[in-house]
């Protein structure tokens, strides 16, 4: 079955071709450039620029693909959650093609999507299996007994762990986003250099961000610094200590949760997965089987909602053209 994936949840336009769960082409336009000025997504600007590119990546995803519209057999899109005004520019658009072109519409869940997207990868786990996601809005454990039977373990109760990663790069002075930059520098810092605080919430698999990201406020400040006027080998020091706090807490978590809910396969996915030291010191847990997709595969990207479409679909799920966008969606 060939599916056409969208994904505008956020601040990227995605359009992916699958035949079933294979890959024939998955664009991801990005609107870094537009946003990093503010060091955070502006909605506004958002959805505008969804709205100036989603044909244009459409017709590069079907052009990639080596096929036309005529092929689509279904539209799968993302829904939910996300910025309400990006959601409503890749709905309507998925909504017009559909009856347009009279194909079938499904609406995915975009954490559905940042799950399932280690379907698109010959090595994925059988049922059941524990999922950490770690994006830019969501840090969540779930248990995951089948396709769409999802059950929340714990959840952050404040800031995301992206979230965290974004907020101290804008303290450094690093830009938008800061997940990749303080992966970098976090290499040739040392972690031990400054004490920050790890959030266990012990008892509990929820997690908690904040604290850590006002720690590192407070260290500056005690250390004399402006925000966003820091010394190159403190920011290296800084990366190294504050990441080496959020994956000692994030590989704890996992451990326990896989314990408490005896499963030994663990999917970890959403942005915060393509951190190079989260996957190195993840894939060293004893006792557990560690599934992550590919880099480009963990943060946001159509195909990733294309599968988990082909699979609803599979399930005898269908959309209508009432389908609306849910800022909150849970899954
Ligand atoms: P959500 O999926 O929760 O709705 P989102 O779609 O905005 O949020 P993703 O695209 O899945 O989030 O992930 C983006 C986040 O991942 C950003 O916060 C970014 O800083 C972070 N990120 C990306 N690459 C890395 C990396 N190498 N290390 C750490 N964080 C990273
Ligand atoms: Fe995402």
Redesign the pocket.
Known sequence: MIVLGIDT??DDTSVAVLEDRKILSNVVSSQIKFHSKYGGIVPEIASRKHIECIWDVTEKAINEANLTMKDIELIAVCHG??LIGSLLVGLCFAKALSYASRKSLIGVN?LEG?IQAIFLEKLYPDFPFLTLIV????TSLYRVDDFGKYKELGRTRDD?A??A??KVAKMLGVGY????V??SMANEGNPEKFNLPRPYLHGSLDFSFSGLKTAVKLLLKNLGYEEGKVPDDVKKDISAAFQCCVIDVLIEKIKWAASMEKLKRVVIT???A???ELRKRAKMIEGLEIYLPSKSLC??NAAMIAVAGYHRFLRGEKSDLYLNARAYLPL
Do not use: F, K, M, Q
């Open positions: 949840s956020c959650p996300g975009h940042h994006s830019g809005g969501h995301a992206g979230e990663y974004d986003p800061g997940g990749p303080i992966d959403g942005g915060v393509a951190n190079s943060t946001d």
